[in-house]
């Protein structure tokens, strides 16, 4: 589960806590943040099953090889856009999903692309519900509370760290989407950057941050940001499936998002930020979300999951 947070992070998080929950018996959890990477090959063979979580495509590569020796089933969870590497981290991705028992991704454009590799390749959303809200620290809550009062629309936003896609593009978009934002009168924009490398980014070529921009740095839960935001914006040049989109419609609030990838039905799509009128838009289309469906969709993860082990363990 690697820090700062992000999107694998909390799935890994949340599904752990929901198969404990339900008293599902899986064995062991193996942080690869935290323990010896190169101990994993001695655990591996221990299981029928192993669920590999991670970015990295050359260790994905690595375990498929592994597993089709030993031999074990392994089941691999691509954690973004498939397919959004370069060429060298693609072919590694390819062949990893090629060997792998069981190919998990986050939207349509990944399956139609993954499912050439193996036909055992299925859609499974990351999202799982927060089972609980962790209270923000007083200054930062007193901080936004004081941003409401001041601000007509408080939008927010997220990075769990600075990275540039293939092309060289902030893959969070936070420098065009704060450009937007200073030209958009009466609002002000959360920007949660649990790393606080974003912040450091920012002032590095634009010197002291605006009034209206507020970066929340540190450990923190996005999802009591949301609660207090008007709006959630994903302004992203890739994506897998966000979490913080569902966390958001689950909150019913409106959510803006890049067209890189499939979104859920709710969201305003759009595909360059300076391009949308985002006060006109929020005003304009009161969404009637609907949470529950949303709710309900994230628990199937977990059952699905539970469903997909099984059937492995049988096979």
Same mark, same amino acid.
Request: with cysteine; proline share 2%.
């Given at each position: 589960m690697p820090l700062p947070i992000g999107g694998v992070r909390i799935h890994v998080r949340r599904l752990i806590a929901d198969l404990s929950k339900r008293k599902y018996p899986f064995f062991h959890f193996y942080n690869l943040e935290k323990e010896s990477i190169w101990k994993i090959f001695l655990k591996?063979?221990?299981?029928?099953?192993?669920?590999?979580?991670?970015?990295? *495509?050359?260790?994905?590569?690595?375990? *498929? @090889?592994?597993?089709?020796? #030993?031999?074990? =089933?392994?089941?691999?969870?691509?954690?973004?856009?498939?397919?959004r590497h370069g060429i060298f981290k693609n072919f590694a991705a390819q062949l990893s999903a090629l060997f792998a028992f069981y190919i998990l991704v986050l939207n349509d454009e990944s399956l139609k692309?993954?499912? =050439?590799?193996?036909?055992?390749?299925l859609l499974v959303s990351a999202f799982i519900p927060p089972h609980e809200s962790i209270p923000l620290n007083s200054n930062v809550l007193q901080k936004i509370l004081n941003y409401q009062k001041k601000y007509k629309y408080l939008f927010c936003t997220n990075a769990s760290n600075l990275t540039f896609d293939?092309?060289?593009? /902030?893959?969070?978009? #936070?420098?065009?989407?704060? *450009?937007?934002?200073? =030209?958009?009168?009466h609002t002000a924009l959360l920007v949660s950057d649990p790393s606080g490398t974003y912040k450091k980014y920012i002032e590095s070529y634009s010197g002291k941050l605006p009034e209206n921009i507020f970066f929340i740095t540190g450990i923190h839960d996005f999802y009591s940001v949301l609660k207090l935001s008007d709006a959630f914006i994903r302004n992203t040049t890739t994506d897998g499936d966000s979490i913080s989109i569902h /966390? *958001? @419609?689950?909150?019913n609030i409106p959510v803006f998002a890049t067209d890189c990838v499939s979104r859920p039905n709710e969201c305003m799509i759009?595909?360059?930020i300076s391009a949308i009128d985002l006060v006109e838009e929020l005003e304009r289309k009161k969404l009637n979300y609907k949470g529950e469906t949303v709710?309900?969709?994230?628990? /199937?993860?977990?059952?699905?999951?539970?469903?997909?082990?099984n059937q492995c363990l049988l096979h």
């Open positions: 591996v063979p221990q299981y029928k099953v192993v669920h590999l979580h991670t970015s990295n *495509a050359y260790f994905q590569l690595i375990l *498929a @090889i592994y597993c089709l020796l #030993i031999p074990g =089933k392994l089941i691999i969870t691509y954690h973004g856009n498939w397919g692309k993954v499912i =050439k590799w193996n036909k055992n390749s293939k092309n060289g593009k /902030e893959i969070y978009g #936070i420098s065009s989407l704060i *450009a937007k934002i200073l =030209k958009t009168s /966390e *958001a @419609i689950l909150c759009f595909k360059d709710l309900q969709n994230g628990l /199937e993860t977990v059952g699905k999951l539970i469903l997909l082990y």
